[in-house]
């Protein structure tokens, strides 16, 4: 068992293969998943709770938004504030 664990960390002369093409090979997948993750929380809309994905932007603001929340064109920021203060009271209503 303690010369297998050698052998699969790639200890046993082979300079790294055995690792490499094996447990090695998920770094790679474990960083694209990271990425897929970060690139979705970057262009997630940003009204609070809403998971879709965003492609308005906020007028004077970073923030971007989606057309669910605003079907109708460009929202201004005060539409963004407008529209979270009314989910907001339609939750502590419920």
Same mark, same amino acid.
């Given at each position: ?9 790639? @200890? ?6 055995? *690792?490499?093409?094996?447990?090695? +090979? ?6 694209? *998943?990271?990425? @897929? ?16 994905? +965003? ?22 920021? @005060?539409?963004?504030?407008? +529209?979270?203060? @009314?989910?907001?009271?339609? +939750?502590?209503?419920?």
């Amino acid at each position: 068992m303690v010369m297998d664990l050698g052998h699969v960390l790639g @200890a046993d002369g082979r300079e790294w293969y055995n *690792f490499w093409s094996g447990m090695g +090979a998920d770094v790679g997948q474990v960083a694209l *998943f990271g990425a @897929a993750i970060g690139l979705y929380r970057k262009h997630r809309c940003h009204v609070k709770g809403c998971w879709r994905l +965003a492609n308005q932007q906020v007028e004077g603001t970073s923030w971007y938004v989606c057309h669910h929340h605003h079907p109708d064109g460009r929202p201004t920021h @005060a539409d963004v504030l407008r +529209a979270v203060s @009314a989910s907001r009271s339609d +939750a502590t209503s419920s």
